[in-house]
T-cell receptor
Framework: GAVVSQHPSWVICKSGTSVKIECRSLDFQATTMFWYRQFPKQSLMLMATSNEGSKATYEQGVEKDKFLINHASLTLSTLTVTSAHPEDSSFYIC?????????????FGSGTRLTVV | DAKTTQPPSMDCAEGRAANLPCNHSTISGNEYVYWYRQIHSQGPQYIIH???NNETNEMASLIITEDRKSSTLILPHATLRDTAVYYCIVRNMYSGGGADGLTFGKGTHLIIQP
């Protein structure tokens, strides 16, 4: 079945530094990937849609200059949290849909727990 | 996409069938019903989806009412590992502009009791 690998699974960084999170589709190609954020005891919130070879589209209220998304290939999207602050601490999750196979639903990565200290 | 309503939590005894309801009274004709679950501190996992016919796979069964305004996810023999938050999501699969992200509600926290 489709597998999405997300790395790292957890990271602790100092306030003001940047953190990069990778999302890879291991056995399928994904023109589009999605990035979500989940705060404790809350549901997933869509942050942005990552499009291969073009600019990402961001949901309302998500700062595009703070959350940089790069989707350089059909199997890799990266999310960089720039100048991270404690309020950016959250669980970040990516997902992808198999190209040409929408009936299979979205496959999610295992998530990245970001803690900014 | 149409909104869904689910009970915030449910308990079920291990080995029994877990029946999780979902109300989606504003669903439109081209919207599918998807179910995902999220085990604590993991990414969501796809379970099943359907349009109007009942569906069954190795994980669960999905029963959709004739008017499509509600559905029930059935886990036939619940185990402790089925403890998770279950999300019912309505999605227009063919939105015309490519894939869309999912809108997650609060879901149902299913707790399987030993």
């Amino acid at each position: 079945g489709a597998v999405v690998s997300q790395h790292p699974s957890w990271v602790i960084c100092k306030s003001g530094t940047s953190v990069k999170i990778e999302c890879r589709s291991l056995d399928f190609q994904a023109t589009t990937m999605f990035w979500y954020r989940q705060f404790p005891k809350q549901s997933l919130m869509l942050m942005a849609t990552s499009n291969e070879g073009s600019k990402a589209t961001y949901e309302q209220g998500v700062e595009k200059d703070k959350f940089l998304i790069n989707h350089a290939s059909l199997t890799l999207s990266t999310l960089t949290v720039t100048s991270a602050h404690p309020e950016d601490s959250s669980f970040y999750i990516c997902s992808a849909e198999q190209q040409g196979r929408p009936n299979y639903g979205y496959t999610f990565g295992s998530g990245t727990r970001l803690t900014v200290v | 996409d149409a909104k869904t309503t689910q009970p915030p939590s449910m308990d079920c005894a291990e080995g029994r069938a877990a029946n999780l309801p979902c109300n989606h009274s504003t669903i439109s004709g081209n919207e599918y019903v998807y179910w995902y679950r999220q085990i604590h501190s993991q990414g969501p996992q796809y379970i099943i989806h359907g349009l109007k016919n009942n569906e069954t796979n190795e994980m669960a069964s999905l029963i959709i009412t004739e008017d499509r305004k509600s559905s029930t996810l059935i886990l036939p023999h619940a185990t402790l590992r089925d403890t998770a938050v279950y999300y019912c999501i309505v999605r227009n699969m063919y939105s015309g502009g490519g894939a869309d992200g999912l809108t997650f509600g609060k879901g149902t926290h299913l707790i399987i009791q030993p």
